[in-house]
């Protein structure tokens, strides 16, 4: 491949017939000028330039190949030109990686919405209850609840307040009666979530200034946070989720809360990149989207 300074510096050369000329217009040395039309003779085989004491001219494989290194330069520079005019377009690909229960049930309408509102726009929504590496997976945008142990990453914030719940289904209420307190969950069946092969036991909660952490145990759990909801649906068992994901079913009375005196872990849910470089109109348009959606979400009023 031809480097892009090598090709400016010979078109250069080759208009104002002076390589030095050439070098202090595109403001660079004449040994650096020199070198890259040593590169370019060397690449094609042929001499570019005669030389003489005070000018240089182009051979006759020089103004050949003069003509194509304009038109390419010329090529790039339209290129550049019209992606900064198409810059205001919403379009080309948004991939986003999302946990898979609020994928599922919230955001794949959403995005599948935001896609109709540009239609130019390609989404690609990819589920998974792993952290997506936004460094070396092919995701431009993660939506993530917690907070970020990679400082690098930027997060913009979509629902600060978000906590997690303890809540079952009205049968299973039925069935086994409520806990009072943390330690009643002892006596109760509790459907668990893995991840990356860690079994999520730990459920910590707060009333006033005092934190409880007790460690639950259950027969049904799974790396899917969505068959975790679906479960608990079912009336198996208790579950500690982000109010985000069960909101709708406790509104519909698919779900009670249970323990609402004793408040849940922080779970807020923010939009994540890699750079803030990265936040070009497309991606400043979507956070604004996703940002009033979640605006409309039923808020913690049990509490």
Not at 14 to 35: C, G, H, I, K, M
Request: some cysteine; proline content about 4%.
């Amino acid at each position: 491949m031809f480097r892009t300074e090598d090709l400016s510096l010979f078109v250069k050369a080759a208009e104002l017939e002076s390589l030095s000329s050439a070098a202090r217009s595109l403001n660079t040395s004449p040994a650096v000028a020199s070198s890259a039309i040593k590169r370019l003779e060397e690449r094609l085989g042929v001499r570019l330039f005669v030389r003489s004491t005070r000018s240089i001219c182009l051979t006759t494989e020089g103004s050949d190949f003069y003509s194509h290194a304009r038109s390419a330069l010329q090529t790039l520079e339209d290129g550049y030109y019209k992606l900064q005019k198409d810059s205001d377009i919403i379009q080309g690909i948004l991939r986003v990686s999302a946990p898979s229960d609020l994928g599922r049930n919230i955001l794949s309408s959403w995005l599948a919405d935001f896609q109709n509102l540009y239609p130019r726009l390609r989404v690609c929504l990819q589920l998974g209850d792993g952290v997506a590496d936004l460094y070396r997976q092919p995701v431009d945008i993660a939506i993530r609840y917690g907070e970020l142990p990679d400082s690098s990453l930027v997060a913009l914030p979509l629902v600060r307040n978000n906590r997690r719940v303890l809540c079952a289904a009205p049968s299973y209420i039925a069935r086994k009666g409520v806990p009072e307190c943390p330690e009643d969950l002892f006596q109760h069946e509790c459907i668990l979530y893995e991840r990356s092969e860690k079994l999520h036991d730990k459920w910590t909660f707060m009333k006033a200034e005092e934190i409880s952490t007790v460690q639950v145990f259950g027969r049904l759990f799974s790396n899917d946070a969505d068959v975790v909801r679906r479960w608990a649906i079912e009336g198996r068992g208790l579950v500690y989720k982000s109010w985000l994901d069960v909101a709708l079913e406790v509104q519909q009375g698919q779900l009670q809360i249970v323990m609402p005196g004793f408040v849940g872990e922080t779970a807020p849910l923010s939009m994540v990149l890699s750079h803030r470089l990265q936040l070009n109109k497309k991606f400043r348009v979507f956070y604004e989207y996703l940002k009033g959606r979640c605006s409309n979400l039923p808020s913690m009023s049990f509490r």
